[in-house]
């Protein structure tokens, strides 16, 4: 048999992963073979094989997959023995194919830190070795050389000083001889220290971390304004706090990439956010009761989240997925309520029914017991991005379907993307088709899933900006313990 296997160096020595499957995936999360590498999507790419065909396939990812410095076509490119691949920041891999002879691969690696193989050095090996250390020292003297000259430079030279001003469109103009105010203008200012308010109190007028350009996906720079918290921002400018964070959120839970987010969509997230931060000033209210739990205030809410966050986020990395699907799903289905049965009887935080519960592994007596119903919700958030698509505008597809059905929402689907094929296949071209849906999927769509994703997007910006809101607690997805 063909044996075919990538080797890569890294700080510990060289490492090794067989392929023996007929797709091996590679990345930074839920992949067969995992690499610390923060430029790798959560899926990046698969190497396939069948017989004696080896080719790569980039998985949508955000940075790209490479082959001897050419990007890997959308068909996939063919892998021949001595092929460099790169992925992410820094991982670069060379491909070894051989009949047994030549070839030697480790252990096929699956979801566990790669083994380091140790390798042989022969005699001539040995003399190319020794000449390493003597290159490394000439470049340590060379760059040691390049370092004294550009300080003599700067001790014996002008004032002349180059400098980049951001640019409206983005990017940087150079100029020479920037004034002193003119800098100033320019530079961005330091955030201030945000002074400590106790657990669960809002305040408007302290400080938060707003204050850098931002680019949206469709191009345009927007510049956040500094030293506001949302209460106090003008309509305009959270307008444009809410798209930045929405790209921010879809970019989390689609795999490190994201397509623009349309204006309406962007005003219907603001409705709803809206919404929420007008019960973060209200009386601490904890209410968990059927028709009751809308009425707790929103502060106790996010402790309620806080103290969930921890096993939603054990349970969804289990499965592979952004645990802050599961922590957002928990706060619009219960607003983390652990025993919340709705009118329809769905019972529990991630409201199942008990017909539909040991489907994943769930009994219909369990329910209310959140760890256990956080498991089988991430079993099933899993199964419908299995159909809909893990790229980022099918997750939010998926998203809806939890709270629709599968069926519903691809009758929905099915309806819409026939009238108008030419447009994103995406949930934000269902919200703005409604019209063109029809029956009871039509009507549970218009009355309550138009709704639901929006709701995910407004509470993920809180929950995941909660100093931006006055609230003195840590991103809800950083809670593990």
């Keep these: 048999m063909l044996e075919v296997f990538l080797t890569y160096s890294t700080s510990e020595g060289s490492r090794e992963i067989a392929i023996e499957k007929d797709r091996t995936t590679f990345g930074r999360g839920d992949a067969d073979c995992r690499i610390d ?14 017989g004696g065909n080896i080719w790569i396939i ?17 068909s996939g490119t063919i892998l021949k023995n001595g092929d460099v691949i790169k992925i992410g920041n820094h991982t670069k891999m060379t491909v070894h194919i051989g009949d047994g002879k030549s070839a030697q691969p480790t252990a096929t690696v699956q979801n566990q830190p790669l083994q380091t193989k140790a390798v042989s050095v022969s005699s001539n090996q040995t003399h190319s070795s020794m000449m390493i250390p003597i290159l490394l020292t000439m470049f340590a003297l060379f760059v040691i050389g390049v370092s004294a000259l550009f300080v003599g430079v700067k001790v014996l030279g002008g004032d002349s000083e180059i400098v980049y001003k951001p640019i409206k469109d983005g990017g940087f103009e150079e100029r020479e001889n920037i004034s002193d105010d003119e800098e100033k203008e320019n530079k961005p200012e330091k955030t201030p220290k945000s002074e400590k308010t106790p657990a669960g109190n809002s305040s408007a007028n302290s400080t938060t971390v707003t204050n850098k350009p931002e680019t949206l996906n469709s191009g345009t720079t927007v ?30 839970i689609g795999n490190q990439k994201s397509e623009p987010i349309p204006p309406e969509a962007v005003a219907e997230i603001k409705r709803f956010l809206n919404g929420y931060v007008g019960r973060l000033g209200k009386a601490r209210t904890d209410n968990c009761t059927q028709g009751g739990w809308l009425k707790s205030d929103f502060l106790t809410v996010l402790d309620r989240a806080t103290k969930n966050s921890p096993f939603i986020n054990r349970a969804f990395n289990t499965e592979g997925v ?12 219960s607003e983390h309520c652990p025993c919340l049965e709705s009118p329809t009887h769905a019972k529990g935080m991630f ?38 698509g893990t790229a980022s505008d099918s997750v939010p597809l998926s998203i809806a379907s939890y709270n629709s059905g599968q069926g519903n929402l691809s009758k929905n689907m099915d309806k819409v993307f026939a009238a108008v094929a030419n447009q994103d296949r995406n949930f934000w071209t269902l919200a ?24 995910f997007f407004a509470t993920a910006i809180i929950g995941e900006n909660p100093q931006d809101f006055g609230v ?5 997805s950083t809670y593990t313990k």
């Design 37 to 50: 590498d923060e430029g790798l999507s959560r899926v990046h790419s698969t190497v396939h094989r069948d």
């Design 58 to 74: 980039d998985e949508n990812s955000t940075n790209g997959s490479f082959v001897n410095g050419e990007q890997v076509r959308g």
């Design 223 to 252: 510049v956040l304004p500094t030293g506001k918290k949302y209460q106090a921002m003008a309509e305009d400018e959270k307008n444009r706090y809410i798209a930045v964070k929405s790209e921010k959120i879809a970019r989390i």
């Design 322 to 333: 952004e645990p802050q699907i599961g922590i957002y799903i928990a706060m619009i289905e």
């Design 351 to 388: 409201q199942f029914l008990a017909s539909s519960a040991p489907d994943y592994g769930l009994s219909a007596d369990q329910r209310c017991e959140p760890e256990p119903a956080a498991k089988a919700a991430a079993k099933y958030i899993k199964s419908l991005m299995g159909r809909f």
């Design 432 to 455: 703005a088709n409604q019209n063109k849906m029809e029956g009871g999927a039509a009507k549970q769509f218009i009355g309550e899933n138009s709704k639901y994703v929006p709701k």
């Design 472 to 476: 003195n607690l840590q991103p809800l």
